[in-house]
Structure formats: C-alpha cells, structure tokens
C-alpha cells in the first residue's frame, strides 16, 4: 500500500555531508510522524531524529546540533541532513512513517529497506 524509499547514502570522508532523503509513495492519506533511525553493525537500532506532521522536530543527544531533519509535505519526503560526519555515524539509516492511508482507517507503521553511510577517517 505505501512504500518507503530512502536515498542519499554512499561513502563520505570524516567532515564531509550528505543529505539522506525518504520518499513515500502509494495510497497515502497523510504522513504524520516521520523517524530516522540507524543501526551500525553489531548494535541495536537507535532513534536519531524524528519529525511531526506539524514540522516539530527532536534529535538524539548523540546527533543534535550535526543532523537535521525535514520534509516537503508536497512531495512526501522527509530528509536528514547530516554535517561533520565522524566514523561513528557509518550506519544503515532507515526511515519509519506513521501513515494514513486511503484503504483503511487508522495509522499505519511503514519502513524503508535502508541505505548505507560509511564514513572514512
């Protein structure tokens, strides 16, 4: 029914940038709160920013001041800038919707298949 897309990942040198985006397609009624997670090999998955439907915005400790989070609600896609990347951000990033869709009542949990940030010192 809805489909999330992330993009942006790759190999980037430590203190360099990238801009990860998540697009959602599919029968969407409305995208509410959007989440950013990571998990680097062999530790769990950890909240790093998260969006609401109204653009209030919230950042792990780890991350806050380098990563931020935004989205253009015309082309339901949320994005995560990330600055000063350093060799601990190297992760898969996912991205995690709370959707309404058109088919059903209620929200619903959608996430992405992830994309790679490897950062090289």
């Known amino acids: 029914q809805v489909q999330l897309v992330e993009s942006g990942g790759g190999l980037v040198q430590a203190g360099g940038s990238v801009r990860l985006s998540c697009a959602a397609s599919g029968s969407i009624f409305s995208i509410n709160a959007v989440d950013w997670y990571r998990q680097a090999p062999g530790k769990q998955r950890e909240l790093v920013a998260f969006?609401?439907?109204?653009?209030?915005?919230n950042y792990a400790d780890s991350v806050r001041g380098r990563f931020t989070i935004s989205r253009d609600n015309a082309k339901n896609t949320t994005y995560l800038q990330i600055n000063n990347l350093r060799p601990e951000d190297t992760a898969v990033y996912y991205c995690h919707g709370l959707v309404a869709v058109t088919t059903a009542p209620g929200e619903y949990d959608y996430w992405g298949q992830g994309t790679q940030v490897t950062v090289s010192s």
């Open positions: 969006i609401t439907s109204d653009g209030s915005t």
